[in-house]
């Protein structure tokens, strides 16, 4: 055990994984590899499924800190983070407004105009508008569910008459959606850890868009890291990437989506607050282009939960 990962030796961390939205496969396991990692670094680790709780109102038991793997709503929408600091137990990652702003991709996009951060045109359909913006807002566009994630209900429209049908169904299932401009060019992804940028990483799917399956099938994507573009443009996604870090008042660590277009314009697609950490994720995949291995990022973003626990007791 190296004197720099003593501090975590026998502390008791919970590993939150699982829970109840549509990522919950992800999430178990993202909290699997992360469990593996910190008891590897001398943690104690238990984890700890909401979805065991009635209401999700979770029972934790005597942690120290708890690392937060839960994707999706009652996890990455400030849910468990307001639990968590009621019990007054240091947690990983961002706070309860950070993750409920990042979440929501309608939210989101209206902090991203406001603080003048490239987005692509969008609207928020419900069954109330759903003729006008229509007949309003010109194809081709994607469809979103505003506060799923992994690309979960996601679709391509390139003829809006031709996909009424689906769209009204999926209204059926969302209420709300997304539709989003489509821009046609090369996708980026950078992650922030603590306060600095990762390497860009540039998506090169095999399917027609970064979905679901591709996302989390081997071999439905290439992964370049880093990108193959110039520095310059390398340092311009970095830097829009911290900018969208802090203005939805994210912490520890981040990931931001990126298109490029032909005119090499960046637009910000989303931001995620606790993106995966599967041996497919793509923080992880930066982070050890940028020489901090699994288990050390883990054990990273660990303290500075537990220094922020630290910090908090000591203003008591």
Do not use: W
């Not at 999430?27 to 008891?39: E, N, P």
């Not at 005597?62 to 007054?88: N, P, T, Y």
């Not at 969008?122 to 506060?147: C, D, G």
């Not at 193959?228 to 830097?239: D, S």
Request: proline residues 6%; charged residues 25%; aromatic residues 8%.
């Amino acid at each position: 055990m190296s004197r720099k990962s003593a501090s975590l030796r026998n502390l008791k961390i919970g590993v939150l994984l699982g829970g109840t939205s549509p990522e919950r496969e992800i999430s178990i396991k993202s909290g699997q590899a992360v469990a593996q990692a910190l008891a590897a670094r001398g943690c104690t680790v238990s984890l700890i499924d909401p979805a065991d709780f009635p209401g999700n109102r979770c029972v934790f038991g005597d942690i120290d800190a708890a690392f937060v793997a839960l994707h999706g709503e009652g996890g990455e929408d400030g849910f468990i983070q307001k639990q968590l600091e009621r019990k007054g137990i240091p947690y990983t990652g961002s706070s309860p407004r950070g993750c409920a702003l990042s979440l929501d991709k309608d939210k989101a996009k209206k902090v991203f105009r406001r603080s003048g951060i490239p987005t692509p045109d969008s609207r928020l359909m419900t069954t109330h508008n759903f003729e006008r913006i229509l007949k309003s807002f010109p194809a081709p566009f994607f469809v979103k569910p505003p506060q799923d994630g992994s690309s979960l209900g996601i679709f391509q429209v390139e003829n809006a008459s031709e996909s009424r049908a689906g769209i009204r169904q999926a209204l059926r299932r969302y209420r709300r959606l997304l539709i989003e401009r489509k821009i046609e060019g090369r996708e980026f992804t950078v992650g922030v850890l603590g306060s600095k940028a990762l390497p860009v990483i540039e998506l090169r799917p095999k399917a027609a868009f970064y979905d679901y399956q591709t996302k989390y099938t081997k071999g439905r994507c290439d992964y370049h890291v880093p990108a193959p573009i110039p520095a310059a443009l390398t340092r311009k996604l970095q830097r829009l990437a911290l900018a969208v870090h802090k203005v939805l008042e994210l912490r520890d660590f981040s990931r931001t989506d990126i298109m490029v277009d032909g005119q090499g314009r960046p637009f910000v697609l989303e931001a995620n607050a606790i993106p995966g950490f599967t041996a497919l994720s793509l923080v992880p995949k930066a982070a050890a282009h940028a020489g901090i291995p699994f288990e050390n990022l883990c054990e990273r973003l660990l303290k500075y939960a537990v220094r922020r626990g630290r910090a908090l007791s000591a203003k008591r």
